[in-house]
């Protein structure tokens, strides 16, 4: 039951890295030296399908059950971890527009790294700060990717 689960998670995930990259080729793509807005997320589509094809071909070709160990489904607290992540993009998602990139990517920074285990509060400050600060950078400044600055701000 396990190993079909997971080949039905591994060929949802090559559809949807196919969408995406039809998707990212409606983008421009631009050059090397000036990369357009479709070259990063048909990157980001050939690796995830790459990646899933490979997975999904694990599970149907090959016929012996590889042991599950500790890559079962999390339980308990490890569920709702991962469940209060998927709920921080989804509003990331939500408040990108109206709070624009910088506030949400640090809000978004900021509870990551709270889930995943750092406790104290002047770091996770500091670390969403400059993490969101050096993505700015790279995507605004560097690459001249339009990031939404909001609509309150």
């Known amino acids: 039951m396990e190993r079909g689960f997971q080949s ?8 949807l890295s196919v969408a995406y990259g039809i ?17 990063f ?5 050939l690796v995830m399908a790459a990646l899933s094809g490979l997975l999904l071909w694990r599970f149907l070709c090959i016929k012996e059950p590889q042991p599950l160990g500790e890559h079962s489904f999390p339980r308990g607290p ?7 992540l998927g709920g921080s993009l989804v509003l990331f998602a939500v408040l990108l527009q109206p709070l ?5 990517s640090a809000l978004l ?5 709270r889930l995943l285990g750092m406790r104290h509060w002047g770091r996770i400050a500091l670390s969403a700060v400059l993490a969101t ?9 560097l690459l001249d990717v339009p990031l939404p600055p909001g609509d309150f701000f």
Not at 100 to 104: D, V
């Open 23 to 39: 998707g990212s080729l409606l983008l421009p793509m631009g050059t090397l030296e000036r990369p357009g807005p479709g070259f």
């Open 100 to 104: 624009g990139y910088r506030i949400t």
């Open 109 to 113: 920074m900021g509870t990551v790294l």
């Open 8 to 15: 039905i998670v591994a060929a949802a995930f090559l559809l």
């Open 41 to 45: 997320p048909s990157i980001v589509a």
């Open 78 to 84: 490890d569920l709702r971890r991962v469940l209060a």
């Open 133 to 141: 600060a050096i993505s700015y950078w790279i995507f605004a400044l």
